[in-house]
């Protein structure tokens, strides 16, 4: 039996879904108006393996994870460039789409736009109208937030406190709204911003609107996981939910699920503070399988201390398990006896108290700290159990084995030797000023140094033209 901590009542819950058999899981994305920084890349990690989990546990998932592609960031950065917001949202959309391969992250089974959803928003905000629920004032509609009941039941706030913490905002000019806690659906346009026509006039949602639009149309009224870092609690979820059960009238998500934060130096890594890296940055000195392995390393609701240091020693961790696999490929392939012997086969049945205990600290809040310790018992069972004696279907299972659990944490045990076109490009180009210099013998290492990982060379009148074996 999986386990969740559930944000909503603070407590280790049984996993049981709506569905049997099915999980439907919506997680918030970026807002693309920039390369993602690693503080990012943490939920998209924490639930990539959530989900890879479920997956192995026999689910089918339905993956949820949307790209804010409006909002002000957006609309600031394109104004800034002279380009359109759209623009800028389709470049860092690709490029974070690219950041997530590196990281292993599974594309999910939808990942909405909310500029290409506008019609649902504008659909809920009116049933939020008709029910009492919501008001427009002056092009802006405003959700009626001490209607909904239940208000403040995720973040555990008590709306008098927020009352009192938002006094403040009466004075700033929202005094057009008919209480200080009313938070923005629609807001009516500014010059020179995107905007779409409603029956309150031209403008653009506001952004916790489109989680509750986009998350009932993909998935339905009633979802099982609902995830996040841990800064979007309150108020986003908070109002997500507001909004969602006021139209429903029934339970939004089940559980919720926040991972905490990324800290570098000890402070909350942040674009606003200046002090991140982005996962592009990390990529050009690590394998981002490294940087997977330094996030899973942690339990996902503890905060995580960015470092050199930590980076290396899972770069180490890594090539570890690395080693092993290869290790038990080069026994595979040597092996002068094919079947298991009785001894093996009973040693091969031991090693799957690792696949136990795996799944135990994966049961258990998906606790992929102590779920990667069972991986290296693993491993260290396999070096101390498999040698040149051994035979070829025991190096084989120990393997799979291994790799196996790898798999469901997203974890790439094989090296990828594989150059990318710029590589590829960057070597032809010194080829061919060695052989300016008539440096032959550099010329033809590079070529072999090519034709090693598959790419031939072919030097034609229009000069060098190359393709993969
Ligand atoms: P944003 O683009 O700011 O809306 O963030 C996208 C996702 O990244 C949200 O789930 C945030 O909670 C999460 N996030 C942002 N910064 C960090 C951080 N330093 N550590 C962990 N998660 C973060
Ligand atoms: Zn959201």
Not at 191 to 220: A, F, N, Q, T
Not at 336 to 364: H, L, N
Not at 391 to 418: F, H, N, V
Request: glycine share 6%; proline share 3%.
């Amino acid at each position: 039996m999986i386990r969740i901590y559930n944000t909503l009542s603070k407590k280790k819950e049984d996993f049981i879904p709506l569905e049997e058999g099915k999980v439907r899981m919506y997680v918030c994305g970026p807002t693309v108006y920039n390369f993602i920084h690693i503080g990012n890349a943490r939920p998209m990690i924490v639930f990539d393996t959530v989900r890879r989990y479920l997956e192995h546990k026999g689910y089918e998932v339905n993956f949820v994870s949307n790209f804010t592609d409006v909002d002000d960031k957006i609309i600031k950065k394109a104004n800034e460039e002279g380009v359109s917001a759209e623009e800028i949202s389709q470049r860092y959309i690709a490029e974070c789409k690219k950041d997530m391969e590196g990281m292993n992250i599974k594309p999910a089974t939808t990942h909405p736009l909310a500029t290409q959803e506008i019609d649902g928003m504008i659909d809920m905000i009116s049933e939020l109208i008709d029910k009492g629920d919501a008001y427009a004032v002056n092009g802006t509609v405003y959700f009626r937030t001490r209607q909904f009941k239940d208000y403040g039941k995720l973040s555990h706030k008590n709306l008098d406190d927020l009352q009192a913490g938002n006094r403040s905002l009466l004075v700033s000019g929202e005094d057009e709204k008919e209480d200080p806690l009313d938070f923005v659906l629609w807001k009516p346009k500014k010059e020179g911003e995107p905007y779409w026509k409603s029956p309150w006039g031209d403008g653009r949602p506001g952004w916790h609107i489109e989680c509750s639009v986009m998350s009932k149309k993909y998935l339905g009224e009633q979802i099982d996981i609902h995830g996040g870092g841990e800064d979007l609690i309150f108020p986003h979820h908070e109002n997500e939910i507001a909004q969602s059960e006021s139209c429903s009238g029934k339970e939004f998500a089940r559980y919720w699920m926040h991972n905490a934060f990324l800290n570098i130096d000890n402070r909350k890594m942040s674009k606003s503070l200046g002090n991140f890296f982005t996962v592009r940055e990390i990529s050009e000195k690590y394998d981002l399988q490294v940087l997977r392995f330094f996030m899973l390393n942690a339990h996902y609701r503890s905060p995580l201390n960015f470092s050199a240091e930590l980076m290396e020693s899972s770069k180490n961790a890594l090539e570890r398990i690395q080693t092993a696999v290869n290790n038990l490929k080069f026994l595979a392939e040597h092996a002068s006896v094919q079947e298991m012997t009785p001894e093996e086969a009973a040693k091969a049945e031991e090693a799957g108290k690792y696949e136990k205990a795996f799944d135990d600290s994966m049961d258990d809040d998906f606790n992929t700290a102590d779920a990667i310790a069972a991986i290296f018992d693993l491993v260290k069972f396999a070096n101390t159990t498999a040698d040149e004696k051994s035979s070829k279907a025991y190096a084989d299972t120990l393997r799979e084995k291994i790799q196996g659990l790898c798999d469901i944490m997203g974890l790439i045990t094989e090296k990828k030797e594989e150059l990318l076109d710029a590589d590829i490009e960057k070597l032809i180009e010194e080829r061919q000023a060695a052989r300016k210099a008539k440096n032959f013998a550099r010329a033809d290492e590079i070529r072999a140094e090519l034709l090693e990982k598959g790419i031939i060379l072919e030097d034609t009148r229009e000069g060098v033209k190359w393709k993969r074996a």
